[in-house]
């Protein structure tokens, strides 16, 4: 129990405290300019995908975006100038993090530095006793798996191209790697997003995660992904609506007023950032392609970009102000999003 919660304190520091609280404070006094780091980010691992999963523009196989996977050298590169900042990393975004073979070597490196890092996998690539167990010994905070259905008919209408069995057998090799290494800080989720195609599989879901001895965490699915900040949320409903779940419960939308439920002031700008796997910045994960960068950190230093012209003008937007820059975040905005 004292490993695991040194393991979890270890990566705060007065710095990354600072950064927390410096953020809560200047978004709520309106600050455009910002006198600290973002204390947590997402560094995309890569935006290449072995699955085709019809709300995602990686699965579709949208090309607006420039593919590649992250080498650890751009990861060192990054750390080495923000990383004392920093108290978590999502490595992932729009793609599957386990196709970058250097992955556990840059988890390596973040745990060494005192940064947790999170990943999200479809664990529907073949997973050898090797990666398995350099996974769970690269002490990663969470490893979230997505597995939306609970028998191989219902997964496969969303993850095409995968193979649910695997996914399975790939959980009770995890959990079986992280008793036999008696790992007890990387906790490994079991993400089941409602769908319409679905959504009758809840409590078999529950049920099998109960027998696997994985956690399983029920979530709410978004239309398309890769377009929903681009468009009012009555075109996305109806476009996608064969997929959004009749459960009120667990539908984002207000579907008689055709908005989402909860449409709020987004804190994004202050909180967090999100870097490509090629550098580029931008605002939020909801934010497919380089069109709108903010700025890329190989070619100019985090420092300068966090209170460039465009981070302003967005900052300026999210609060209501005048500017003369339209950002993607003006986009968001007009489209009722702001964001989920």
């Known amino acids: 129990m004292l490993k695991k919660l040194w393991k979890h304190f270890r990566v705060f520091s007065i710095r990354k405290l600072y950064n927390l609280f410096m953020g809560k404070i200047q978004f709520a006094t309106g600050s455009i300019r910002l006198y600290y780091y973002p204390?947590?980010?997402?560094?995309?691992?890569?935006?290449i995908c072995n699955l085709r999963c019809p709300l995602?523009?990686?699965?579709?196989?949208?090309?607006?975006?420039?593919?590649g996977l992250l080498s650890f050298s751009d990861f060192k590169r990054f750390i080495?100038?923000?990383?004392?900042?920093?108290?978590l990393i999502r490595l992932y975004n729009w793609g599957e993090p386990l196709l970058n073979k250097e992955l556990v070597k840059m988890v390596e490196y973040a745990d060494k530095s005192k940064i947790a890092v999170k990943i999200s996998t479809n664990l529907s690539l073949p997973i050898e006793d090797t990666l398995a167990k350099a996974l769970i010994k690269a002490n990663l905070q969470k490893?979230?798996?997505?597995?939306?259905g609970a028998s191989s008919s219902t997964y496969s209408t969303y993850h095409i191209d995968g193979d649910f069995n695997k996914v399975i057998s790939n959980m009770k090799l995890?959990?079986?790697?992280?008793?036999?290494?008696?790992?007890h800080y990387t906790e490994i989720i079991w993400l089941f997003h409602v769908f319409k195609h679905n959504e009758h599989e809840i409590e078999k879901a529950k049920a099998m995660a109960?027998?696997?001895?994985?956690?399983?965490v029920i979530n709410k699915m978004r239309t398309d992904m890769g377009k929903e900040i681009f468009e009012t949320s009555e075109k996305s409903i109806e476009r996608d609506s064969k997929w959004i779940p009749g459960n009120p419960e667990y539908n984002i939308f207000n579907m008689t007023e055709k908005k989402p439920k909860?449409?709020?002031?987004?804190?994004?700008?202050?909180?967090e950032t999100v870097i490509n796997w090629d550098?580029?910045?931008?605002?939020?994960?909801?934010?497919?392609?380089?069109?709108?960068?903010?700025?890329?950190i190989k070619e100019e230093s985090f420092k300068n970009i966090w209170n460039n012209e465009k981070y302003a003008s967005a900052r300026k937007e999210i609060l209501g102000l005048k500017n003369n820059i339209k950002t993607v975040c003006h986009i968001c905005k007009v489209n009722d999003y702001l964001y989920l």
């Open 143 to 148: 490893i979230y798996i997505s597995c939306d």
């Open 174 to 183: 995890l959990l079986k790697k992280k008793k036999q290494l008696n790992n």
């Open 56 to 67: 995602c523009p990686t699965g579709q196989k949208d090309d607006s975006a420039k593919k």
């Open 39 to 47: 204390a947590r980010i997402t560094i995309e691992s890569g935006n």
């Open 210 to 216: 109960k027998d696997i001895g994985i956690k399983l």
């Open 279 to 296: 550098g580029c910045i931008l605002p939020c994960c909801a934010v497919y392609n380089e069109t709108y960068s903010f700025g890329n």
């Open 80 to 87: 080495d100038e923000i990383g004392k900042n920093i108290l």
């Open 262 to 271: 909860n449409r709020f002031n987004c804190d994004l700008l202050w909180a």
